[in-house]
């Protein structure tokens, strides 16, 4: 298994060390977003224009999601065309009829009739709780905020941008501001032990994760000042005064809940609502079952990178896409090994992309971002 690991040098939200989810074939990812006069929310869609096979794993105390039963192993839908996240809260879910009315624009959906216009996009999606936080509590993702963003995924035009953009927009993670991340890996299928004297298989599985942190939990440890998982990354202990600073942003404010994301627990701005949210693709052609077994591993990923994880005011859910684009031993016993692979990088990637998501944000508003805290942790 092999993976992107160059240095953070230069970092923007159009660049990551990790790689990205659409490095994975037929994946593609678009934002849209506004900020100021009261707003800091938006939405993601990853697209997959040729179908995918879906699955999905719901952990987190308190998820907004849609279409969630309709994606599961045994179920009708075998094939979807887009996932929606998005910032808004149960509000923000509206944004999937965009996502849809722009697949149907298009006649990707599961067809219901002989004629090629009647199909009915399935569009799994999930939310983040971001209410508020631009100012004005009514400010959240609507329909034209999914049709503009799967416009963009769509189109194929845009480059792909990460940190505070989309549904990473008003996200915060651990009391500093949270983002969109991303991260892929490519597992060698050469690699995988055979029988002596069986010929090796050959193939490469692309796999990747698109992720939106909105954490009660932390990306960075306290300790050091440095992610839980590094992924990778050619980083070092910032120094002792931005050490500081970053503690200083991190501590609840006086009065407050110490248990709560960011001081907001016993404040006027309300309870400490979070979630982590996101995508991972893999280009093997796999079955819904083993599409969810996907989305399943990859928490564990998420439970690497931030700590707590899966708490009772986290809505974390993970959907996985299998574009099959790929090929995979069609030996049995080869097939079980190379999935056993592909769970693994779910993970790894997963992880990373939490951490991208953090390392990678800009400030929106007066929640400081790690990258602002810590600037002599990235190295030159």
């Keep these: 298994m092999t993976g992107s690991n160059r240095s953070l040098a230069g970092l923007d939200e159009r660049s990551t ?6 490095d994975v074939s037929g994946v593609r990812i678009g934002h849209h977003q506004r900020i100021g006069r009261g707003w800091a929310s938006g939405t993601t869609v990853l697209a997959c224009p040729g179908g995918a ?8 105390g308190a998820p907004g999601t849609r279409e969630t039963d309709a994606v599961r192993p045994g179920r009708l839908v075998d094939t979807i065309h887009a996932v929606c996240l998005t910032g808004g809260s149960a509000y923000g879910l509206a944004a999937a009829d965009g996502v849809m009315a722009e697949l149907a624009s298009r006649r990707l959906g599961v067809p219901v009739g002989v004629d090629p216009d009647h199909v009915v996009p399935v569009v799994p999606s999930a939310v983040i709780f971001d209410l508020g ?3 004005r509590f009514e400010s959240r993702p609507d329909a034209s905020f999914g049709r503009r963003a799967a416009q963009r995924a769509l189109g194929g035009r845009a480059a792909p941008a990460w940190g505070a953009v989309g549904a990473g927009t008003g996200a915060r993670a651990g009391g500093i501001q949270g983002g969109v991340g991303t991260a892929s890996t490519v597992v060698d299928l050469a690699a995988m032990p055979t029988a002596p004297g069986a010929p ?3 193939g490469r599985v692309e796999v990747g994760a698109g992720v939106v942190v909105n954490s009660l939990g932390s990306v960075i440890d306290p300790s050091t000042g440095l992610p839980w998982e590094p992924s990778g990354a050619r980083l070092r202990r910032p120094s002792r005064d931005e050490f500081n600073a970053f503690r200083t942003a991190i501590a609840p404010p006086a009065g407050a809940d110490a248990d709560s994301e960011d001081g907001a627990a016993t404040t006027t701005d309300g309870p400490s609502l979070n979630t982590t949210i996101g995508v991972v693709a893999v280009s093997a052609p796999l079955d819904s079952a083993a599409t969810g077994r996907v989305a399943s591993v990859a928490h564990d990923g998420l439970a690497r990178a931030i700590r707590p994880a899966h708490g009772m005011a986290d809505g974390d859910s993970i959907f996985a896409i299998a574009t099959g684009t790929t090929d995979v031993p069609d030996d049995p016993l080869l097939a079980r090994r190379a999935l056993d692979l592909i769970l693994t990088a779910a993970a790894d990637t997963f992880a990373a992309a939490c951490t991208h998501a953090v390392v990678s944000a800009r400030s929106v508003g007066p929640t400081p971002a790690w990258s602002d805290l810590c600037p002599s942790a990235i190295r030159d």
Excluded at 17 to 22: H, Q, Y
Excluded at 53 to 60: A, E, F, L, M, W
């Design 17 to 22: 060390p990790f790689g990205s989810i659409t």
């Design 53 to 60: 096979t879906p699955g999905v794993d719901v952990r987190g």
């Design 133 to 135: 936080r631009g100012g």
């Design 200 to 202: 090796s298989p050959t």
